[in-house]
Antibody, heavy 120, light 107 residues
């Protein structure tokens, strides 16, 4: 059974970078797509982007200048970096397996979420 | 970006009730519409993918329908464990976009 777990700092200062790790067990990240999604206070959700089985990436254009998703296949982990954060980046960040049933966008396994607050 | 308008935002129903939640897309999304359930403090769970395909392990009281711009999630007979927030997601085109969510409570 695939399991995903987010980890990283829960507090980030404005203008700094937010960095999160998603550790995947039970499935190789060299298959499928692996995405990041966030849920803001008030429950609005935003798809941030993904990294594919081959290492190619796709990002939400609203974040494109600030976001980077990378991976370490030897550790079966993938990473989110979001630069120049503001208080509006305060959210719960989820990682998820994408590409279920060969449909990119169908996300059948999610982590529990990592709460990140941006504050000085 | 494709805008997803989800309704209602809040729903109170009794055990055994038939419940429907709707999502309307700002353009045709060709049935690339999924439904998720999220209970408090838990990860989102995929219920339905591509409009009407039940995810493995999901009870058959959940079903989905729709086409074009209009989609519906139906719970045929509400159970206490269905109390959760439900949201739709379109993956017809990137960026994927979500509905605002429906909070379902027991009356």
């Amino acid at each position: 059974e695939v399991q995903l777990q987010e980890s990283g700092p829960g507090l980030v200062k404005p203008s700094q970078s937010l960095s999160l790790t998603c550790s995947v067990t039970g499935y190789s990240i060299t298959s499928n797509y692996w995405g990041w999604i966030r849920k803001f206070p008030g429950n609005k959700m935003e798809w941030m982007g993904y990294i594919s089985y081959s290492g190619s990436t796709s990002y939400n254009p609203s974040l494109k200048s600030r976001i980077s998703i990378t991976r370490d296949t030897s550790k079966n982990q993938f990473f989110l970096q979001l630069n120049s954060v503001t208080t509006e980046d305060t959210a719960t960040y989820y990682c998820a397996r994408d590409g279920t049933y060969y449909y990119v966008g169908v996300m059948d396994a999610w982590g529990q979420g990592a709460s990140v607050t941006v504050s000085s | 970006d494709i805008q997803m308008t989800q309704s209602p935002s809040f729903l109170s129903a009794s055990v055994g009730d038939r419940v429907t939640i709707n999502c309307k897309a700002s353009q045709n999304i060709n049935k690339y519409l999924d439904w998720y359930q999220q209970k408090h403090g838990e990860a989102p769970k995929l219920l339905i993918y591509n409009t009407n395909n039940l995810q493995t392990g999901i009870p058959s009281r959940f079903s989905g329908s729709g086409s074009g711009t209009d989609y519906t999630l139906t719970i045929s007979s509400l159970q206490p464990e269905d109390v959760a927030t439900y949201f739709c997601l379109q993956h017809s085109s990137r960026p994927y976009t979500f509905g605002a969510g429906t909070k379902l409570e027991l009356k």
